[in-house]
């Protein structure tokens, strides 16, 4: 009997109706034949493709034949098709992160004065003689020595303050020829024309007042009574109102700490933006003043429990004081002042500044940073850093890097924690010696030099523009020498001389013996 298939069910009747449907499935049962497959197969067909790339001897040839048999569009979108595309596709690898950068965060920079200082040494060194003040010819100097000069000049930073002190340079070279054009009548400019007469007695009462509010200070040595304001005719009878006017007292010298550090940051601030002579005027008479010493002597406190103190009332405080009734004082208030900030903003905006002003008094200044190493800041400024605020460490870091060449090797040796820090968070002039350094060749006498040198230009600038008793200007016209024209000018006399010129020649020209020789030899 001959063998027959058994008959059709539905289903392969309805999938020969439908091919795309019935190809549909096959993709999805092979689909889900791979999804199951055993760890032994892969395993298997890893070795197979590996062993293949072992044999050809080069990965090129294999990852082009890859690249080559790579599925067309037509493919992939009959993978699109499939149900299961979505659901797998979203288990795809995320993209990878970005590299992390391989260098510093910053762009070194160079000032002319260090090419210049290069560019004399190198003379001396393989040339034997130097050009002062010529920063072209390079002649005789080797070839890698030619690649360093291009890349210095690649990176020199010209400030506006080396541009205004170069201008100031020139006019005082060239007065007739290089004049001051009309001065731009800023808030700035006129405020520098109003302080200069007493700008001495303004920095120094501004110390005074700061010292008087420090926390290690003792108002009773003091002139200055900055509570005569403040304490009350009676003394408090209970223990709360004690506490009230003990918090009140330590809130006010808060106040007049950030006030007073603010108005000397911004007035640097603004007279450097402004011209450079006069920040730097202001900047000696706050030296003169001794504000580097005042300014460790603050920080020379446990600067942890300065920067933690909380001498706050919330209830007290604004707007809770001007807002709905006032509450009376009790006991919980206090607590709950102790423990609604972790730290007082006040105390951390002022150590900022004070640091800021430090930066900008010693920046530059090799005498100024060799003042800092006689009044051994280093380790009042190296306790700073146990506050983890950023900027305030960003700017301790500053000045300890100002000065590290000249604390000596063991310093260096014996504070490597500071130095990792100093490296990673502070910006680095592209020729810095600041970390390896040894200055023990400084001489103070020359350092003594540059001070004096830079009293004499803002002296000149403050002459020029200012005058010593207001406005004045130089006078130019040239001196008279010609006989012929000092006889052609005109000169008035008045009525009495003219009435007695007889007896004026008689007794000044006629009967005066003059003895011309010694006239003319003088």
Known sequence: MRASSPPPSAADMLENQNPGQRKMKENERQLRRQTFMKQTSLDESDEQIFVDKEETGNGSED??????????????NSNQNCPYYMYFKQF???????????????????????????????????????????????AGLPQPIHEGIDILKKHMYTSLSEIQAERE???????????????????????????????????????????????????KTYSINIMADLLPEEMPMTVLQSLKLGIDVNRHKEIIVKAVTAILLLLLKHFKLNHVYQFEFMSQHLVYANCMPLVLKFFNQNILSYVGAKNTIPIFDFPACVIGEQPELTKECLDIGDSSVPYSWRNVFSCINLL??????????????????????????????????????????????????????QWRKTNMKTISAIYSKVRHRLNDDWAFGNDVDARPWDFQDEECALRVNVD??????????????MDLTPLET????????????????????????????????????ILLST
């Open 356 to 409: 800021r002003i430090l930066n900008k008094l010693t920046k530059w200044k090799n005498a100024r940073i060799m003042m800092l190493v006689v009044f051994k800041s280093a380790p009042i400024l190296k306790r700073t850093l146990k506050v983890r605020h950023a900027l305030m460490q960003f700017y301790v870091l500053k000045l300890l890097k100002m000065q590290t060449k000249y604390l000596g090797r």
């Open 92 to 138: 795809e690898s995320p993209p990878p992160p970005p590299p992390l950068p391989r260098s510093l965060p910053w762009q070194s920079k160079v000032r002319q004065k260090d090419i210049d200082m290069f560019l004399d040494n190198v003379r001396i060194k393989f040339v034997g003689y130097s050009l002062p003040g010529d920063r072209i010819t390079i």
């Open 460 to 473: 000149r600038f403050n002459h020029r523009r200012y005058g010593t008793g207001g406005e004045q200007e």
């Open 169 to 219: 340079f020139e006019m005082a070279r060239s007065p007739l020829t290089k004049g001051e054009k009309e001065v731009e009548e800023t808030e700035a400019e006129i405020l520098y024309k109003a302080m200069l007469p007493n700008l001495p007695q303004y920095m120094i009462a501004l110390l005074k007042i700061l010292l008087a509010a420090a926390p290690t200070s003792t108002a």
């Open 63 to 76: 990852y082009s034949m890859e690249f080559q048999s790579m599925p067309s569009d037509s493919s992939q």
């Open 482 to 517: 010609d006989i012929n024209c000092i006889l052609e000018a005109n000169v008035d006399l008045d009525d009495e001389f003219k009435e007695n010129y007889e007896m004026w020649l008689d007794q000044e020209v006629y009967n005066n013996e003059i003895n011309w020789d």
